[in-house]
Structures are given as structure tokens and as C-alpha cells.
């Protein structure tokens, strides 16, 4: 089974809309990550926000924030006021085990291709 | 400013060849990664390092070894290239603890 869906292929947005690009999760542990990162055409992997899973409030950075719901074990991504350079292929991922466990690995989805128009 | 880097940006090789992928890290983190990542399939773990000399393999090791001698250092190793190795190689590094990790730019490699 994945670990991370991610169910839109595509998405598209106008300037200065805002955007929400979904991603779920699979995991029986109490202590995981969440992880999204932006990669554009240039190829280079961008790590945009983190959450938690003990975490009480959604993480926030900038024009992005991560819409966390622990019961439906989705972790959402919103972008605000999107610009044209958030044009770009996203990810979600997600760290399992125990905070600090060395075993770091992070589980991938397939991605969501975002596109922004003036 | 973190850095990952990786030996080529592109690399074209023939069926059969030996293929060495370097990747450096200059955190001094412990954990190391390489994916391969291909359209509609996301990013797939191949083979990751969590100390000197150790490994672990990931989601997808068939065809691939690696070798970890220094901390900095985690090379991936095709014994023997295949035309179904062609794709886009990621390497990555953390720290221990709930912290992202740091990509390098990726190896285009297109085995003919």
C-alpha cells in the first residue's frame, strides 16, 4: 500500500489565487513527519514546511502552510497569493519512527504539477 | 550555506558499464540517501546510509550497490548498467532527528 497519495496529477491556479494540493498518509506509528517539497523544471528538490505529528498547531512558512487533520490523516498543503515562480512539480513526504531514530528515510508521493497563470 | 553536490549533472553510458555516482555532503550529517526518480512515480528510495560503512537498502536496491567510506562521501554503484537504470538519480543527506533532508542537484544518466 502507499505510504503517501497524492491524487492530483495537475493543478492549475491563477496569479495571486491561492491553491490546495492534497496529500494522505498511511501509518500505524503515534510519531511520524510530514514534508513538503517543491521541485521546478530546473530539477533541484526544495523543501518548503514541516509538521509533526504531536504538533498542535498547522506549521506555517511564508505564503505556504500545511492544513494538518490527524484523523484523516491528511496533511494539505495551501499556498497563498500563488506567484508564477510556484510554477513547479510538488511533494509530499513522511518521516515514520520515533523522534530521533537514525532510520531517517522519507516516503515519497508521485506529486502534484502545479501551474500558475497570469 | 548547506551543500549537497553530485559529480555530474549528466551522464550518458553504455549497456553493460560500471557507473559510479558521487555524491558530497559538507553538514557532517550522518544519514545519507539515493533515489531514483522517474515521471509519475515520485521519488523511490534505493539504497541509504545512516553511518560510515553501514547501509540499509531502501524500496528498489535490484542492480544497484553503494559504498559509504567516509562520513561526507556515499557513492552509487551500477555493476552493471541497464537501459531500465536510465533515469534521474537524487542524492540527499539529514541529521539525525525530524529534520528535512538536503538534495543535490540530481544525475540525469541515460544508459544506450
Known amino acids: 500500500a502507499q505510504k503517501i497519495t497524492q491524487t492530483q496529477p495537475g493543478m492549475f491556479v491563477q496569479e495571486k489565487e491561492a491553491v490546495t494540493l492534497d496529500c494522505t498518509y498511511d501509518?500505524?506509528?503515534?510519531?511520524?513527519?510530514l514534508f513538503w517539497y517543491k521541485q521546478p523544471s530546473s530539477g533541484e528538490m526544495i523543501f518548503l514546511i514541516y509538521q509533526g505529528s504531536y504538533d498542535e498547531q498547522n506549521a506555517t512558512e511564508g505564503r505556504y502552510s500545511l492544513n494538518f487533520q490527524k484523523a484523516r490523516k491528511s496533511a494539505n498543503l495551501v499556498i497563498s497569493a500563488s506567484q508564477l515562480g510556484d510554477s513547479a512539480m510538488y511533494f509530499c513526504a513522511m518521516r515514520e519512527g520515533l523522534k530521533g531514530s537514525t532510520l531517517g528515510r522519507l516516503y515519497f508521493g508521485r506529486g502534484t504539477q502545479l501551474t500558475v497563470w497570469p | 550555506d548547506v551543500k549537497v553536490t553530485q559529480s555530474s549533472r549528466y551522464l550518458v553510458k553504455r549497456t553493460g558499464e560500471k557507473v559510479f555516482l558521487e555524491c558530497v555532503q559538507d553538514?557532517?550529517?550522518?544519514?545519507m540517501f539515493w533515489y531514483r526518480q522517474d515521471p509519475g512515480l515520485g521519488l523511490r528510495l534505493i539504497y541509504f546510509?545512516?553511518?560510515?560503512?553501514?547501509?540499509e537498502k531502501g524500496d528498489i536496491p535490484e542492480g544497484y550497490s553503494v559504498s559509504r567510506e567516509k562520513k561526507e562521501r556515499f557513492s552509487l554503484i551500477l555493476e552493471s548498467a541497464s537501459t531500465n537504470q536510465t533515469s534521474m538519480y537524487l542524492c540527499?543527506?539529514?541529521?539525525?532527528?525530524?529534520?528535512?533532508?538536503?538534495f543535490g542537484p540530481g544525475t540525469r544518466l541515460t544508459v544506450t
Open positions: 540527499a543527506s539529514s541529521s539525525d532527528g525530524p529534520y528535512e533532508q538536503y
Open positions: 553538514m557532517d550529517h550522518e544519514n
Open positions: 546510509s545512516y553511518d560510515v560503512k553501514m547501509k
Open positions: 501509518t500505524s506509528d503515534q510519531s511520524y513527519g
